[in-house]
């Protein structure tokens, strides 16, 4: 595989797919050294299964694991961290990993547990876990999805869940873009396995998915997120962490020039495309459902887990023709502290005549109190 290319595999047998996927690619062949630790890093945001649109699917991670084993080598780990607010060991329990790292007898490292140091991510200093000094090969495994604050995760961001949880809630108040196209700057991403299977196109916490039956692989982090805001219906500008990060030289922007390499049939045939031909239509969904009650929300700030727990609750007053009858904006996020206001989500608007309390509060509680306040105006 080289840099400029994108590999794809079409199907539902997920686990066999990635193992074709890796053996096509030559994975083997770019670590070589059967000595070298490895570090898998799939995307356990939440405790959410994977057909929701969220999560890293299990049996993508169970196929590197195995083609890895079979190719010699021993020396693994998994390693994720969840965002704040949610707990690893659940979404590693309710996930499937635990079964995976029981099975194959791969260590499941949680980051929220560990201790954190500061590295240098191209001139800037950001706080990461002890992990990333404990292996030497990281394949990344993100989920291709949209994100409410960054409109798109892919590649780049899913990196996040290396930091310690206070350095993801500084990510927030340093505007996100910058801190995370800096990130892969001091984290290198050595090979990318990304799960297009069902990624929700609107929000990280998923709900809503669209079924794409596709995984690829690539090396070039930079370029994978070119790619996913196209298949998202972005442009890379409306994303800034990727143009930056490309800005930063730590992939290219060029995705005129990628290779898009489908895999087809079962004798190893594949066929080579630019992106724009290679018959893959927008994910993105006729109406964006995040867009669509971001009007009731005055946000600065907000950690990604505050900020997703509110939106699928205005999506279910939305539908119920609640939302449309609230009077006043909704405040949340850091930016919000030691203000005062009429109505706000979270620890951070405790001052507000009217708080919802939690940091974050869940999805339940947001939308149970919201309802009472808009049918007591």
């Known amino acids: 595989m080289k840099d400029n290319q994108i590999w794809k595999i079409y199907g539902t047998a997920y686990k066999e797919m990635t193992v074709r996927l890796l053996k096509s690619t030559d994975l083997a062949g770019r670590i070589r050294d059967r000595k070298r630790r490895i570090c898998i890093k799939p995307n356990l945001v939440c405790p959410s299964p994977a057909d929701f649109g969220a999560t890293t699917h299990p049996e993508i991670v169970a196929g590197i694991i195995e083609y890895l084993q079979e190719n010699g080598f021993e020396n693994l780990m998994i390693a994720e961290g969840s965002w704040v607010g949610d707990r690893t060991s659940e979404a590693y329990e309710y996930c499937g990993y635990r079964s995976i790292s029981e099975t194959y007898g791969v260590p499941f490292i949680d980051t929220q547990k560990l201790k954190s140091h500061v590295i240098d991510c191209c001139g800037m200093q950001l706080h990461v876990t002890d992990v990333v ?100 219906g972005l442009r890379p500008e409306e994303v800034p ?109 405790r001052e507000f005549d009217y708080c919802v309390m939690g940091c974050p509060p869940d999805e339940e509680k947001i939308y149970r109190e919201l309802k009472r306040y808009i049918e007591r105006q």
Do not use: W
């Open 133 to 232: 000094d404990a292996y030497d090969f990281l394949i990344n495994v993100p989920v291709l999805k949209g994100h409410c604050q960054t409109k798109m995760t892919c590649a780049l961001k899913n990196l996040k869940g290396l930091l310690p949880n206070p350095e993801k809630r500084r990510f927030h108040k340093m505007g996100l873009h910058d801190p995370i196209a800096h990130l892969s700057g001091g984290i290198h991403q050595d090979f990318i396995v990304i799960d297009h299977i069902c990624g929700d196109p609107d929000f990280e916490e998923g709900g809503n998915p669209l079924v794409k039956n596709c995984i690829m692989a690539s090396a070039d982090p930079v370029l994978t997120d070119c790619y996913a805001c196209y298949l998202l």
């Open 241 to 349: 962490y990727v143009i930056e990060a490309g800005r930063l030289g730590i992939g290219s922007t060029d995705l005129a020039h990628a290779q898009i390499v489908t895999i087809q049939g079962a004798d190893g045939a594949f066929r080579i495309s630019r992106p724009e031909e290679d018959g893959e239509e927008e994910a993105r969904t006729e109406q964006n459902r995040v867009l669509e009650v971001a009007y009731a929300v005055d946000e600065v700030d907000s950690c990604s887990a505050c900020y997703g727990s509110l939106v699928p609750a205005l999506i279910r007053l939305k539908e119920e023709g609640l939302l449309d009858q609230l009077k006043d904006k909704i405040a949340i996020g850091q930016g919000q502290q030691g203000k005062k206001g009429k109505l706000g989500i979270g620890k951070c608007t």
